[in-house]
T-cell receptor, first 116, second 116 residues
Framework: GENVEQHPSTLSVQEGDSAVIKCTYS??????FPWYKQELGKRPQLIID?????GEKKDQRIAVTLNKTAKHFSLHITETQPEDSAVYFC???????????????FGQGTILTVHP | NAGVTQTPKFQVLKTGQSMTLQCAQD?????MSWYRQDPGMGLRLIHYSVGAGITDQGEVPNGYNVSRSTTEDFPLRLLSAAPSQTSVYFCASSYSRTGGSRGPQHFGDGTRLSIL
């Protein structure tokens, strides 16, 4: 099955700075890479995702880049704000006979703290 | 449209007891999954279902059973609770598309389970 490694485990930035979180995956056939944000005591919420047929996707201050050759994808948050403080998880599909079936394996999470 | 609804929100069990965590979605999603979240370990897939009558194991299925008799409901049963099953449990559902699948994008609020 897929193995996803996420780094760093903690990230502290000043308000207005950029934050980058990176994930590597093992299965070259993986084709879908979502990022989730989880605030303390809340459910994970999808913030952005990317499919393997594109290299980058942006949504306002958030972007995700994908390098299929190196098998890694990254979350970029620009102009960080205190409300961006949360745990961020990357994920990739688990495989079963070549079909992902919508089940995911998650990275270990990154605790992002944005200081005012 | 309530999304994904999990009950109960909190539960304390004694070792050896059994119980069922309920999950229901009203979005007509085909895929449903159960994850557990432990500190420092992200989310791990327990069981998943690609449609009514079809279930399969995830990464950590031991000690849990599932069934999917309807599209809406996907209960998770703990057969004989153990302290190692103390965790936060999340149910998720996702929409199926022909030619591919999308990872869980709708999580419930979670069930916080403590086994004494």
């Amino acid at each position: 099955g897929e193995n996803v490694e996420q780094h760093p485990s903690t990230l502290s930035v000043q308000e207005g700075d950029s934050a980058v979180i990176k994930c590597t995956y093992s299965d070259s056939a993986s084709n879908y890479f979502p990022w989730y944000k989880q605030e303390l005591g809340k459910r994970p919420q999808l913030i952005i995702d990317i499919r393997s047929n594109v290299g980058e996707k942006k949504d306002q201050r958030i972007a995700v880049t994908l390098n299929k050759t190196a098998k890694h994808f990254s979350l970029h948050i620009t102009e960080t704000q205190p409300e961006d403080s949360a745990v961020y998880f990357c994920a990739a599909p688990l495989r079963a006979g070549g079909t992902s079936y919508g089940k995911l394996t998650f990275g270990q999470g990154t605790i992002l703290t944005v200081h005012p | 449209n309530a999304g994904v609804t999990q009950t109960p929100k909190f539960q304390v069990l004694k070792t050896g007891q059994s119980m069922t965590l309920q999950c229901a979605q009203d979005m007509n999603h085909e895929y449903m999954s159960w994850y557990r979240q432990d500190p420092g370990m992200g989310l791990r897939l327990i069981h998943y279902s690609v449609g009514a009558g079809i279930t399969d194991q995830g990464e950590v299925p031991n000690g849990y059973n599932v069934s999917r008799s309807t599209t809406e409901d996907f209960p998770l049963r703990l057969l004989s609770a153990a302290p190692s099953q103390t965790s936060v449990y999340f149910c998720a559902s996702s929409y199926s598309r022909t030619g591919g699948s999308r990872g869980p994008q709708h999580f419930g609020d979670g069930t916080r389970l403590s086994i004494l």
